[in-house]
């Protein structure tokens, strides 16, 4: 029997699994239709649109006081890069000179929401991996003590619309300096205890060493930006790049890989950017000059002159940008986002195929996508 | 949905071909520019020469716009507009370009039609899903043009201009409402 056993073609399907959109570890709520073949995925559809608030339409259909309030919404999580990439593209329509303390204002709190963007990552990447021992906690300090001093300047923990057409909101009191100058004292021994526990951790490197490897023309070809691009061997940074604001006076590098980047690349390089976000706001707090914050008057129904443009930043994700048209009236007649957390999504049929189901998230979490920002 | 004022006219003579324009038309790609777009060079093409324009303009090695950041769609007030904004990896180039259809040249109840490049360049795959979807334009030879923001069975394009939003069962003031 046990050879015939043998001899008999067994039957093999492959089998069709849902996953999401309510799932712990999508970040939000993204849907993933995969075909398995055993453990190994065959293909993946991302299915997206569950947070879908229409945020293109909206900027149609709000004055664009309204809706610079409403944007940092966009991404929940560096809410003042999407005021800025706006607050950019509207100031190039306008021809508005923004004041040199506002812009280094500007510099310094977006590093500071690169920061907390990144502790947010590091913190839910290791429970994705299942590390559930309360790693979470320790980058979660540092992002609240970060959170407390954006909140104190802007009145709101997240979604601060601090970076305002024309300028930045308010002055911070000159303590508020002190505060954040002794954070960057204290912080990068911070960072070398996340190391301590996590960088060479045996069942971290297990997790992500050669797991998820992104190839440079795939990434290339999908219009990847951001960390895992520069993990990927393009040293592609806008704020040296193409370099806008006062990128140009001040000195850091651009983290990148000079490899195919892997899980762990990709984890490193936000640990080193962090490290480089840092030395930016030193710089600021040394740098910082005297002067107005806004170059342009702030009122209900404010106009932007009539044409078109598109301005991007470098988000914590990538290049997050704002194409803009305007009629010379008080609502803009198209308001386009190109999200990096979309265009990076997109990879992510290419980066699972003939992986492992465990390391779905592994992958997933790795490339730092957030669901609000994908759906907009 | 209403709008203040028309879109900034086009000017009166036409503007001498550009850096790209020029590079399109030594290799027999005609094209017609508009002007800047807050300094970056805008042209339009023809939708039967975009996806030739596109290959050259990404892989020859004085250009390389390899970077496709985004498909836009505009329900603009007599074109359907299709545009491409391109950046380079390496360099600091940039390079808008739009595929216009007249809105007279639509038949009722059909869609307007620009050629896919989703084939050559996986970057458009979802940029055209996502303009199809919000703005209604089909990108023929897509591979798989379905929604991707809305739900599968949404009605209608919601950023047109003439797009009407679905009866609100909470919220509006007809009889067949829940309140």
């Not at chain 1, 480089?276 to 005297?290: A, F, V, Y």
């Not at chain 2, 996806?51 to 603009?76: H, M």
Request: with cysteine; charged share 25%.
């Amino acid at each position: 029997m046990v050879t015939e056993l043998h001899n008999v073609d067994l039957k093999t399907d492959e089998m069709i699994i849902n996953m999401g959109p309510q799932h712990p570890a999508t970040h939000g709520v993204l849907r993933l239709i995969l075909t398995l073949d055993g453990e190994k995925v065959k293909h993946v559809e991302p299915i997206l649109g569950h947070l879908h608030r229409a945020q293109e339409w909206q900027g149609q259909n709000r004055t664009w006081f309204q809706y610079q309030a409403l944007i940092d919404r966009v991404d929940y999580l560096s809410g003042m890069f999407t005021s800025w990439a706006m607050a950019r593209a509207c100031e190039q329509l306008d021809g508005v000179v923004v004041p040199e303390r506002a812009e280094y204002l500007r510099v310094m709190v977006s590093e500071m929401n690169r920061i907390t963007s990144h502790l947010l990552w590091l913190g839910t990447y290791l429970i994705d991996l299942g590390a559930m021992f309360g790693f979470p906690f320790y980058p979660f300090r540092e992002r609240e003590k970060l959170l407390d001093l954006l909140e104190e300047i802007a009145g709101q923990r997240m979604m601060f619309n601090y970076i305002r057409i024309g300028g930045v909101q308010r002055n911070p009191k000159p303590e508020w300096f002190d505060k954040l100058k002794r954070f960057t004292e204290e912080f990068p021994d911070r960072i070398d205890e996340y190391e301590a526990i996590v960088t060479q951790n045996p069942i971290f490197l297990k997790r992500t060493k050669g797991v998820g490897i992104l190839k440079r023309s795939v990434a290339q070809d999908y219009g990847v930006t951001g960390p895992c691009i520069r993990c990927s061997g393009i040293p592609l940074d806008l704020r040296r790049t193409k370099p806008y604001s006062v990128f140009p006076e001040l000195k850091f590098d651009v983290i990148t890989m000079d490899k195919e980047g892997d899980t762990w690349d990709r984890y490193m390089a936000r640990i080193l950017e962090m490290r480089e976000s840092n030395k930016i706001i030193r710089q600021c707090i040394d740098k910082l000059p005297e002067g107005e914050i806004m170059g342009k008057k702030q009122m209900a129904g404010m106009r932007i002159k009539a044409g078109e443009g598109f301005a991007a930043v470098e988000s914590p994700r990538g290049i997050l940008g704002c194409y803009v048209t305007s009629t010379g009236g008080e609502k803009a007649f198209r308001f386009r986002w190109r999200n990096p957390s979309f265009c990076n999504l997109s990879v992510l049929s290419e980066l699972l195929v003939d992986t492992p189901i465990a390391d779905i998230m592994a992958i997933f979490g790795s490339i730092d996508v957030i669901l609000p920002d994908v759906d907009r | 949905m209403t709008h203040d004022a028309k879109p900034p006219a086009a000017p009166a003579a036409p503007l001498e071909p550009g850096q790209y324009g020029q590079f399109l038309k030594e290799h027999g790609i005609s094209s017609e520019r508009l002007v800047d777009s807050c300094g970056v060079e805008t042209i339009v093409v023809a939708a039967a020469d975009l996806p030739p324009a596109l290959k050259l303009l990404r892989n020859s090695s004085e250009v390389k716009l390899d970077l496709l950041i985004t498909v836009t769609g505009v329900d603009n007030n007599d074109t359907y507009d299709s545009v491409y904004h391109l950046w380079s990896y390496e360099h600091i180039n940039e390079l808008v370009i739009k595929v216009m259809t007249k809105k007279t040249d639509v038949a009722d109840g059909r869609l307007p039609e620009v050629p896919s490049i989703s084939n050559f360049w996986s970057a458009a795959n979802w940029h055209e899903r996502e303009t199809y979807d919000l703005v209604g334009i089909r990108y023929t030879g897509h591979p798989y043009l379905r929604r991707i923001l809305n739900p599968w069975d949404w009605d209608g394009h919601p950023l047109r201009r003439d797009y009407k939003q679905p009866v609100d069962g909470l919220n509006d003031k007809n009889p067949h409402s829940m309140r």
